[in-house]
């Protein structure tokens, strides 16, 4: 435990630099309890697509009002969120987060953030010399976002946020239906990620790069060798290191890292840098690394796809070797060149070429995926996840969700999965192909947002059972059971939780009509639009990997690279790229070992 110096230094630190307005629930695990933190980093614009609407959902958990059904706390919110006070006094619980992004990427949103703003700080300083003003271009805040704030709060004339609190004044309003007059937000207002992020972020988590245009022509971040250059310049690489120390120094336990970092472009590049700064600086921790690739691409760019590719390869290659575990995520069906038609689900209809809804889909995956690390009572470290995940060399994982998970109102988890028969229960998004029928050698899998009452057979004594999971005792027993007849000698862990995944506003209306307001699959024509979900995720090291790894190699021997001089130039060499082939033909054959479930 920290000091009662280093506590009163770290107190006085976030009054100083003030706090975005959030509430922390009460009654929830705190230190105290022994929360095993978590720093999140966000790097590069899809990254930030993925982590506003993953943020969203927090805040819309926070905000879920008491349940009788669900019991208090079975996901720890002190994992990802930090308390404090801002200037005023007011307390505060925002993300723990540093998200890295480019010059212009912010739209209406201010790096400092404006919840911040003394006026009487502002007003007391005074330059006497002369003046030159520089004005940019304001951009209008999504009216529709600002709809949403105005329930909450209000910034007055004395720069003080005044929270409006519900009436047994515990709080602020909580977000639900009868408070959000807006069904759905309109997808042509949202042009960047700050467009419908609606929770409010510490001064320290914004790092703009500026020697990199986020929109135009030219001062582009395309090419890996430029992103590992960004973290070789003093500025950017003390600023990500004065941020890691102060959101790591104020925490009791922190378990690690989780990095959510585009592949596509030269994030890749700053994500490398930023996982070997993490395994430097903080060896020991857990590093889990979500590699992120926005929808389709078109075949008319071919020096943007030839960059995806190259980047893509790099960043797995990098990020691998310094993090814990490094899982791809895309709704795309190929890590190559050959752009594979986007994966289906069954009760979705999203548009691919929209990041608002492949980020929103790709988010409520990661929710699911990473809630192992984040639970309150036995709680599974990100480092123990890992090393279940990624023995024998296996660092890259796939991950595949059921959203929503199917099921029909009265029907039981046992006849839920009797139904689904021999097929994988999941949809892939690691854009690894089709995995079915692929050996698995080890999976972490979450269920969540099921009743109870269906955990287990209801059927009246007597009656014949329609399988062995139809015995089980607890719906754990049965998940258990399941993927034990699924996939036999198999290492595998599962987790079972009744808190579903909140989707409403500003989460796109992705939904078929065929469900309710809790996700789950009716006749009856819909009472209302859908709030929260079940959902089914997975992590998996398959020997799928083998296939996906070696095809990528084999593209990028076909390449000439005198084509791509420009990605060379950008600080890429010939040897760096030899040493690539060898690397990816190296973490390929980690996943050999027979291509079916049976050996």
Not at 11 to 32: D, E, F, H, S, T
Not at 342 to 371: E, G, M, Q, R, W
Not at 474 to 493: D, I, K
Not at 515 to 525: A, F, K, N, T, Y
Request: charged share 15%.
């Amino acid at each position: 435990m920290r000091s009662c110096l280093q506590a009163c230094r770290a107190n006085q630190l976030v009054a100083a630099k003030g706090q975005a307005v959030a509430l922390r629930p009460a009654g929830l695990c705190g230190m105290a309890g022994g929360a095993r933190e978590v720093l999140t980093l966000q790097l590069g614009h899809f990254a930030g697509f993925v982590g506003a609407h993953w943020w969203n959902q927090q805040d819309a958990a926070l905000r879920e009002p008491a349940n009788a059904k669900l019991p208090p706390g079975e996901l720890c919110p002190d994992v990802l969120y930090r308390t404090g006070r801002t200037v005023h006094g007011q307390e505060t619980y925002t993300p723990r987060l540093i998200l890295m992004d480019l010059k212009g990427s912010l739209s209406s949103l201010k790096q400092e953030s404006g919840l911040y703003w003394n006026k009487q700080l502002d007003a007391a300083i005074a330059w006497q010399g002369k003046l030159t003003t520089h004005t940019e271009e304001v951009y209008p805040k999504n009216p529709y976002l600002q709809d949403l704030l105005s329930a909450e709060g209000s910034l007055s004339s004395d720069g003080v946020w005044k929270v409006k609190v519900i009436p047994n004044g515990k709080g602020p309003t909580p977000l639900t239906t009868a408070t959000t007059p807006k069904p759905l937000i309109p997808t042509e207002n949202i042009r960047v990620w700050s467009d419908f992020l609606r929770v409010h972020l510490h001064p320290r988590s914004i790092c703009v790069i500026q020697k990199y245009n986020h929109d135009g022509e030219a001062g582009l971040l395309e090419a890996f060798g430029q992103g590992e250059s960004v973290l070789k310049e003093p500025r950017y690489l003390e600023e990500l290191d004065d941020r890691l120390h102060f959101y790591v120094e104020e925490c009791d336990y922190l378990q690690g890292f989780q990095i959510l970092c585009d592949l596509h472009d030269g994030f890749s590049g700053v994500g490398a840098k930023a996982t070997e700064l993490l395994q430097d600086e903080y060896s020991g921790r857990g590093i889990i690394t979500w590699g992120l690739l926005p929808g389709p691409y078109s075949l008319q760019e071919p020096q943007k796809n030839i960059y995806r590719l190259l980047n893509t390869a790099f960043g797995l290659v990098h990020l691998s070797a310094q993090s814990s575990l490094v899982c791809p995520l895309s709704l795309g069906g190929s890590l190559g060149l050959r752009p594979d038609p986007p994966v289906n689900f069954p009760h979705l209809h999203y548009d691919a070429t929209l990041p608002f809804h492949c980020s929103a889909i790709l988010a409520t995956a990661l929710d699911t995926v990473t809630v192992p690390y984040r639970l309150h009572s036995s709680p599974v470290s990100m480092v123990q996840l890992a090393d279940m995940l990624t023995f024998s060399g296996k660092k890259v994982v796939t991950a595949g969700a059921a959203i929503p998970f199917p099921l029909v109102p009265s029907q039981s988890l046992p006849d839920a999965l009797v139904q689904l028969g021999g097929t994988t229960p999941w949809t892939p998004l690691s854009a690894c192909g089709d995995t079915c029928g692929t050996r698995c050698f080890a999976q972490s899998v979450v269920l969540r947002g099921l009743d109870r009452a269906c955990h287990t057979s209801q059927l009246t004594p007597g009656t014949p059972l329609p399988s062995r999971l139809h015995a089980c005792t607890t719906g754990e027993e049965v998940l258990a059971q399941y993927f034990q007849q699924q996939q036999p000698r198999v290492r595998s862990s599962s987790h079972l939780l009744l808190t579903p995944c909140k989707v409403l506003p500003p989460y796109p209306c992705l939904f078929s009509s065929s469900l309710s307001q809790q996700g789950l699959i009716q006749d009856d024509p819909p009472t209302g639009a859908v709030e929260s979900i079940p959902v089914l995720g997975a992590l998996c090291s398959s020997a799928s990997l083998n296939q996906t790894l070696g095809d990528l190699a084999k593209e990028l021997t076909k390449l000439d690279l005198r084509r791509w001089a420009s990605f060379m130039d950008a600080g890429v060499e010939q040897g760096d790229l030899e040493e690539l082939l060898q690397d990816l033909h190296s973490l390929a054959q980690c996943y050999q070992g027979g291509d079916s479930l049976v050996d």
